[in-house]
C-alpha cells in the first residue's frame, strides 16, 4: 500500500494527522509514504497501483480521481463533496464508516475482473471531463438564463 499526499507544514492539523500515520506505520514492511509527491511521481503511482482510494471530505471537485480513472484505474471514495459526480459511474463509493470502506476496498481488490472492468470504464468517463465540454455546458447555461431573462422582461 501507498499513502500520498500533501502535508502543509504550517497546519497543526496536517501535521498532528501525518505524525500519527507515521507513528502507526512505523516498521511495516507493506505501506509506503509519499508526500508531497511531484507530478512524475503521481503519475508512476497512478500507473502502479490496482485501485486508488480517495477519502476526501466535502472536497467539491476532486481532481485525483479524475487523473486516477485518466490512468484507468478504478476509483473508491468516500461519498461526500464532489467525488460522487466523478466516480459514480465508474468507481465505488463507500460511506462514513470503516466497516463499508473495508467491504468496499475487499470486494474490488479480491475481483480482478471487476477492477478491469471499472478500470476501463473509468478511462472513458474521465474522457469527458474536458474543456470544450464545460465551456460548451457554460455557455448553454448562460444562454438560458439569457432567455430566461428576455422572456420574463
Given amino acids: ?4 499526499g500533501y502535508a502543509r507544514k504550517d ?7 501525518y505524525g500519527q500515520i507515521l507513528k502507526e506505520t512505523h516498521g511495516v514492511s507493506n505501506i509506503r ?3 508531497n509527491p511531484s ?3 503521481i503519475r508512476a503511482l497512478y500507473q502502479a497501483a490496482s485501485v486508488v482510494l480517495v477519502t476526501s471530505v466535502g472536497d467539491p471537485f476532486p481532481l485525483v480521481c479524475l487523473e486516477a480513472m485518466a490512468c484507468g484505474k478504478p476509483v473508491l471514495g468516500r461519498n461526500s463533496g ?3 459526480e466523478v466516480v459514480v459511474r465508474a468507481g465505488v463509493l463507500f460511506e462514513h464508516d470503516p ?3 473495508r467491504t468496499q476496498v475487499g470486494s474490488v481488490m479480491g475481483d480482478a475482473e471487476v477492477r478491469h472492468k471499472l478500470g476501463r470504464e473509468a ?3 474521465a474522457e469527458e471531463f474536458n474543456w470544450d465540454r464545460t465551456a460548451n455546458e457554460l ?8 432567455q430566461k431573462q428576455r422572456a420574463s422582461a
Fill in 1 to 4: 500500500m501507498v499513502l500520498s
Fill in 11 to 17: 497546519s497543526p492539523d496536517d501535521t498532528k494527522y
Fill in 33 to 35: 509514504i509519499v508526500e
Fill in 39 to 41: 507530478m512524475e511521481v
Fill in 82 to 84: 464532489g467525488i460522487p
Fill in 99 to 101: 466497516n463499508d470502506l
Fill in 123 to 125: 478511462r472513458r468517463v
Fill in 139 to 146: 455557455f448553454d447555461t448562460l444562454k438560458r438564463e439569457v
